[in-house]
Every structure is written in structure tokens, then in C-alpha cells.
């Protein structure tokens, strides 16, 4: 696979669309890159398009990570946290951290050499604002729920996904994941404004330590990004997979 650069300089964040259907010819490819306990989950999937899609996107990570490492995509060793995240080696990794996100019909990869990195894309289903409202009071904090609660009908949509979002970019930057509840932290909400982490009780530090940001996601989509301890502002590069 070429990309427009294997390198990631200073200062930079790589981001990487994926749309499922430029992939789908090419999944029988993309397998044979799978480690065996990868192809085991896969063929463990009920549904065959969740099992398409995990395949793609295994495959894509593997050989997005071949372009940057100079390994081979299918000797490509992964390390999963306790709560699931996968990382590279210590041998392999060569200071690159990655975070994969996938919803409906997208993927999103980022990679970073500076820093400890969280992506997250959704597909925007079309529920009404009460019932948006009604997730916000389950799964949002009271200032959160607030915030969406004093907007017209109009906008409840995109600060929902706004804040779903970056909340769930923040918790993927620490490898959480949903085991810390997303309502024990607060982002801003506003679409429109650039996005804030506001309040996270259990590690102040991260006040001042992370920084979150919205991304250009496909319509009907939004995406997020977050970054802890990356020193200045960073320029994102954004590529479309394949390139």
C-alpha cells in the first residue's frame, strides 16, 4: 500500500477515513493480513456484515501500520489493554501510538509519534430530540445534560453526537473505554464552538494534559479526536484510505 507519507513529522497527527465499500473487493486480501486470533473473532461475528467489517478494519490497521513501522502488515504483533485497546510492541512500535474507530459505514485510524491518542466516529441515526434528551439524562453528566437541554429542538442532534463524540475520543485516549461511565466527566457541547474537556474528577491533571477536537467526518457522521501531553498545536493530516 502507498501512502503519501510513512512518516509522522513533528507536530503531526494522521488521520485516516475509511469507507467499508472501497474495501469490500479486497477483503479476501485483507484476511490473509489477520493474525490467527484475529481471523478466530471474525469468524465468531453472528452477523456477516459486523464480521466484513471487523475484517476491513483489522486489515486496513495492519497495513496502515506496515506503512509507518517498515514491518510486514501480516507479522504485525498487537498488545490489548485491560479493557481491550490494542497497541504495538515495544519492539515494533517505534514511538507510534494509534486508535481506530468505526461506525455504519466509516473507520477512522489516527496516529501519533508525540502522544497518547483517542479517535471516535458515529453515525447519526435519526431519533427525535426527546428521545436524544432522554439518553443524555442516562449516559451525561448534569452539566452536559443541561447544556443540550437549553438548546433549541433544532440543534439537539448535533450537540448530542457533539458530546458523545468527545467523550467517548477522551475515554479512548487512557484505553478506558465505557468502564469509566461518561458521566463522571464533562465536555462542552456546542457544535459550533471548538470543543473543551470540562470537569473529570478523576484525573484533574487532564484539565491542562489533554485537548480534544472536532474532525471532518462523511454526512450524517461526526468524529472527534483527543490528545494527551502533545506539546503546541498540532497539524492534522487527513488522508482517504486507499490512497
Sequence with gaps: MATPSATIQTGEVHVWSLSFSNAESDISNLNQLLSDDEQSRAVRFISDCDRIRFTIARGVLRQLLSAYTGHPARSIQLIYGRHGRPALTASQAHDINFNLS?????????????????????????YSPAYRLRLAK?????????????????????????????????????????????????????PMNAPQLLATPWCPSDLKLTRLWDLAAPRGYRAAIA?????GDPEFRLFDWPA
Design 102 to 126: 468505526h461506525s455504519g459505514e466509516h473507520a477512522l485510524f489516527a496516529l501519533s509519534r508525540e502522544c497518547d491518542v483517542g479517535v471516535d466516529i458515529e453515525r447519526i441515526r435519526p
Design 227 to 231: 490528545l494527551k501531553t502533545f506539546a
Design 138 to 190: 442516562r449516559f451525561f453528566s448534569e452539566l452536559e445534560c443541561s447544556a443540550i437541554q437549553g438548546l433549541n429542538a433544532s440543534r439537539v442532534e448535533q450537540a448530542f453526537f457533539a458530546c458523545w463524540t468527545r467523550k467517548e475520543a477522551y475515554i479512548k485516549v487512557h484505553g478506558r473505554g465505557l468502564s469509566l461511565p461518561l458521566s463522571q466527566f464533562s465536555v462542552s457541547v456546542n
